[in-house]
């Protein structure tokens, strides 16, 4: 089977804007990021996610299972992922919260040539956890592992332990507008699409 690294990976702390920052990439960009009949979350199915969510159900649980194995080897999510979206001309992408726990080792297999690292301030994403998914979980503590794990194993970048490049987009209280996002995305995915 033939692996395929993903070309972008979309990744943050839930409720950080990670949805709406793929489907920038897939709707206004051309990042296959997933297909519309195997999106976890389609536009208007559910009210926490409107736009849809982005995610292919079939990549979930193969990520999710990776976190939980740590430094396990990439290369059979990586066969997964090639089977899946190996046929696929252009680029492609992936967005899955849980690849905010992949430890560095993880992250150096996976080889993204871009990572869209979001970020939202812990009081809002806090706040829409909430209101998404109630409050018997503590999403502050949620929150702050998450964090933590991508500053440790993916923001380490400064000394260059990576060989991809890193975009850090800041959501924040006010409607970050769709045309200003693809305004500042496109000239990154041109420059991955020429090289």
């Not at 740590?70 to 001309?89: C, R, V």
């Not at 924040?172 to 045309?179: I, L, Q, S």
Request: proline residues 3%; charged residues 25%.
């Amino acid at each position: 089977m033939k692996l395929r690294h993903p070309d972008v990976v979309v990744v943050g702390v839930g409720r950080s804007g990670t949805s709406f920052t793929a489907m920038v990439l897939h709707e206004h960009l051309d990042v296959f990021m997933a297909h519309p009949q195997r999106m976890v979350t389609t536009a208007g199915e559910d009210s926490s996610h409107p736009i849809g969510s982005y995610e292919d159900n079939r990549i979930i649980s193969p990520t999710y299972k990776q976190v939980e194995t740590s430094d396990a080897d990439m290369q059979d999510w990586l066969k997964i992922y090639g089977f899946y979206f190996g046929a696929i001309k252009g680029l492609v992408g992936i967005k899955n919260t849980g690849m905010s726990m992949f430890s560095r080792t993880q992250w150096e297999q996976l080889a993204p040539r871009l990572v869209i690292r979001t970020h939202r301030t812990k009081e809002l994403a806090v706040k829409s956890m909430e209101r998404w998914r109630g409050r018997e979980t503590d999403w502050g503590l949620f929150y702050d592992q998450r964090e933590n794990c991508m500053r440790d194993n993916l923001d380490a970048n400064s000394d260059k332990r990576h060989s991809f490049q890193i975009l850090h987009i800041k959501y924040g209280c006010n409607k970050v507008h769709v045309e200003n996002l693809i305004h500042f995305l496109r000239p990154r995915i041109e420059k991955l699409r020429g090289t």
